[in-house]
């Protein structure tokens, strides 16, 4: 609507009675709400505390609180990577700080891990892109069964994985169109930089360090920067390289549109075989297929429903009950698949 040279409701606009009277004249019934207000705070919708019960207004409260934290991490890490773009070090106790209160808190209620993807905007896509693969790499590294510090170490080579980009021109970073081959060689230097940015701090491990030079490598030979194949690739590399293909496939980038949770596991679990250890892949998809009974979900048919079964090994289509009480195996639906997770 808002990208039409003359929009029906011009983008930016605060939506009033006479908005929605406008909107049903034209028979449109779905519209996109900004998740983040001009002011840059996140947009909260009202809760209507008569209906609400006292569990979902501390659940209200609670995502709330995640999404304010999330933001802020994200605007707090666009600094430190402009300071970088001007020549000055990494600080990696600074990005610690940042991160860990966030990972603590998607530790504590993992179903903040499927809105990730929707607080994420083409303009500051890097940065989002950063905090959530940082994330998303901690718990797959938990959900594998790694240690606690080992994990620190993982979402720290998730959240400076990109630092190298702050070396790749501006120009460039924010070109709206596919990158040319030569463009292209510039950005995949970004693994050399940012390896070099970090090699001399003593707060990142060796095999931190290695993941931040390794995460574009891939099991079968096919990555960069220097085609390394299985063992070759460490561990933390594998990790933060299928957090960092996960979210960038989820998301909303400059010239390229998101795609479905469910529909990238289930690309990444078949169509991607052989690009990461299947440890690596399953510990991604018990991740986000964990998904808890009475969970809402939508799905790619339009209809609604809830998750009353997730099967053991088919963590990508569980058994849920539509609106109309019918019980639809989405192993049993080739073309239909879950769109949606509300949290």
Same mark, same amino acid.
């Given at each position: 609507?808002?990208?039409?040279?003359?929009?029906?409701?011009?983008?930016?606009?605060?939506?009033?009675?006479?908005?929605?009277?406008?909107?049903?004249?034209?028979?449109?019934?779905?519209?996109?709400?900004?998740?983040?207000?001009?002011?840059?705070?996140?947009?909260?919708?009202?809760?209507?505390?008569?209906?609400?019960?006292?569990?979902?207004?501390?659940?209200?409260?609670?995502?709330?609180?995640?999404?304010?934290?999330?933001?802020?991490?994200?605007?707090?890490?666009?600094?430190?990577?402009?300071?970088?773009?001007?020549?000055?070090?990494?600080?990696?106790?600074?990005?610690?700080?940042?991160?860990?209160?966030?990972?603590?808190?998607?530790?504590?209620?993992?179903?903040?891990?499927?809105?990730?993807?929707?607080?994420?905007?083409?303009?500051?896509?890097?940065?989002?892109?950063? @905090?959530?693969?940082?994330?998303?790499?901690?718990?797959?590294?938990?959900?594998?069964?790694?240690?606690?510090?080992?994990?620190?170490?993982?979402?720290?080579?998730?959240?400076?994985?990109?630092?190298?980009?702050?070396?790749?021109?501006?120009?460039?970073?924010?070109?709206?169109?596919?990158?040319?081959?030569?463009?292209?060689?510039?950005?995949?230097?970004?693994?050399?930089?940012?390896?070099?940015?970090?090699?001399?701090?003593?707060?990142?491990?060796?095999?931190?360090?290695?993941?931040?030079?390794?995460?574009?490598?891939?099991?079968?030979?096919?990555?960069?920067?220097?085609?390394?194949?299985?063992?070759?690739?460490?561990?933390?590399?594998?990790? @933060?390289?299928?957090?960092?293909?996960?979210?960038?496939?989820?998301?909303?980038?400059?010239?390229?549109?998101?795609?479905?949770?469910?529909?990238?596991?289930?690309?990444?679990?078949?169509?991607?075989?052989?690009?990461?250890?299947?440890?690596?892949?399953?510990?991604?998809?018990?991740?986000?297929?964990?998904?808890?009974?009475?969970?809402?979900?939508?799905?790619?048919?339009?209809?609604?429903?809830? @998750?009353?079964?997730?099967?053991?090994?088919?963590?990508?289509?569980?058994?849920?009950?539509?609106?109309?009480?019918?019980? &639809?195996?989405?192993?049993?639906?080739?073309?239909?698949?879950?769109?949606? &997770?509300?949290?």
């Amino acid at each position: 609507m808002g990208m039409a040279a003359n929009p029906i409701i011009p983008k930016n606009t605060v939506l009033e009675e006479e908005h929605f009277n406008i909107l049903q004249a034209f028979h449109i019934n779905e519209l996109y709400i900004e998740k983040t207000k001009a002011d840059g705070n996140p947009f909260r919708s009202p809760l209507s505390s008569d209906k609400a019960s006292t569990q979902e207004e501390t659940d209200s409260k609670e995502t709330i609180g995640f999404v304010d934290l999330y933001l802020t991490t994200v605007k707090e890490y666009k600094k430190e990577f402009m300071n970088w773009q001007s020549g000055t070090a990494v600080n990696v106790a600074r990005v610690r700080e940042l991160i860990l209160p966030v990972i603590q808190q998607v530790e504590q209620n993992h179903i903040y891990i499927y809105s990730l993807h929707h607080y994420s905007t083409k303009k500051d896509y890097l940065y989002h892109h950063a @905090v959530s693969v940082s994330i998303i790499s901690a718990l797959i590294g938990k959900k594998i069964g790694l240690q606690s510090g080992q994990i620190n170490q993982l979402a720290l080579a998730g959240a400076l994985a990109d630092c190298g980009m702050a070396k790749v021109s501006p120009r460039i970073l924010s070109k709206d169109q596919p990158l040319t081959e030569s463009e292209f060689k510039e950005v995949k230097l970004h693994t050399a930089n940012g390896y070099k940015m970090v090699k001399d701090t003593p707060l990142l491990k060796t095999e931190t360090k290695l993941a931040i030079f390794q995460h574009h490598e891939r099991f079968d030979g096919t990555g960069y920067p220097a085609s390394e194949k299985s063992e070759r690739i460490h561990l933390y590399s594998q990790i @933060v390289g299928i957090a960092d293909m996960f979210h960038a496939m989820t998301s909303e980038r400059i010239y390229r549109s998101k795609q479905p949770i469910f529909k990238v596991l289930d690309m990444i679990s078949k169509d991607l075989f052989g690009k990461f250890d299947i440890k690596v892949v399953e510990g991604l998809l018990q991740l986000m297929g964990d998904l808890r009974t009475g969970t809402p979900v939508k799905l790619s048919s339009g209809e609604f429903g809830e @998750v009353i079964y997730t099967k053991p090994n088919d963590f990508t289509s569980p058994i849920v009950k539509l609106k109309t009480e019918e019980i &639809v195996d989405l192993s049993q639906q080739k073309d239909i698949y879950i769109t949606e &997770v509300f949290i």
